[in-house]
């Protein structure tokens, strides 16, 4: 017989995950049991301020009291329907965030990854039958050092060798082009090009923000040659550059746009594809669907996480605290470049300041959450933190560093 499991010890957690778990994440050996709003708890009690919020899945913090009151609502009428069936939260839904948004369709989803796939066929579709390009020739220009998620054609258009590695073959009918770089782009659109899809600015790069002018180009180049401007604002998107959308900075409009993470209000996935009727109306029944897309459970999500937007109040936190995060993180010492917009900022540490330890478990130890990849740090907090937190954080990473 088996011997029974003692109910009543503390598991080992780190250790059960080691043993049962794919090992495709290397996490800080912190084990999180409780958080709200800005901080999160570990298991042996101790706080952390989060430097990281999901990478913008908690724009909103841990357990937003209006999210999660909205949800508990939702779960004690209907979760799930599939979409054979209306159900009373998703129009209401799609028109809300197209209301948001300044768009026309919403097309639900649940990752960011599927949100950009979306996008991806539905261009192909579209330049097939509006564009007249030849079936199957379609053409999509994408960005180096971009992310759109972990899917086979994802990946496929992915610079990053670890991301791609072994994973082929790869999904063909893209091109690469420097980010930022209107002549590659313009070089590379050419008569069976569907799109051009890019992240307004890049975030798993490292907050990489475009010159100014570059997307209003991109957009212009669109105009011109037919070509439809996909916008991936799965991380910047939802007020964390301090705008409802990156792109609205530059008073720019993509045709499609992928939604995702803080869609989800740091709850569930919630993602969507948002933009022209006539491009979305490529699609017809049977062609693109989803068993969870648009489920009323995320879709009350999505609706409370709307509302919050609505008000305005986050894209002016992210703004107005922005401002103050860049100007203390730009005085710090061992700091040769801090990017970004709003409070969401790339931190490019100088080389040989963080030989020999590691950073991330540095910042933590001083109780800030916030993780270090390939010499920046990446500092997106929930937009819910208060300039004193701002200041907390900081001080751990200058001490860190210092
Ligand atoms: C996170 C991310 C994705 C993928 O989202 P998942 O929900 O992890 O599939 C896509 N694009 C961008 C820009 C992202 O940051």
Redesign the pocket.
Known sequence: MNPTPDATATPDHIAVSDRWAAHNYHPLPIVLTHAEGAWATGQDGRRYLDFVAG???LNFGHRHPEIVAAAKDQLDRLTLTGRSFHNDQFGLFCRELAELTGTETVLPA???????ESAVKVARKWAYQVKGVPDGAAEIIVAGA??????TT?VSISTDRTARNEFGPFTPGFTVVPFGDIDALRAAVNPNTAAILL?PI???AGVVVPAKGYLADVRQLCDDTGTLFLA?????GLARTGTTLALDHEGVRADLY?L??SLGGGLM?V?AVVGRADVLGALKPGEHGSTFGGNPLACAVGRAVVRLLATGEFQERSRELGTYLHSRLGELEGVTEVRGRGLWAGVQIAEGRTTGVNVSEALAGRGLLCKENQGHLRVAPPLVITREEIDFGVDAIADVLG
């Not at 649940?110 to 950009?116: I, P, Q, S």
């Not at 991936?232 to 910047?236: A, F, L, M």
């Open positions: 990478y913008s899945a649940n990752t960011g990854a599927e949100a950009v971009n992310f759109h998620g972990r899917t994802m992240e890049q975030g798993e991936d604002e799965v991380q910047c992928a995702g993470k996935p993602s």
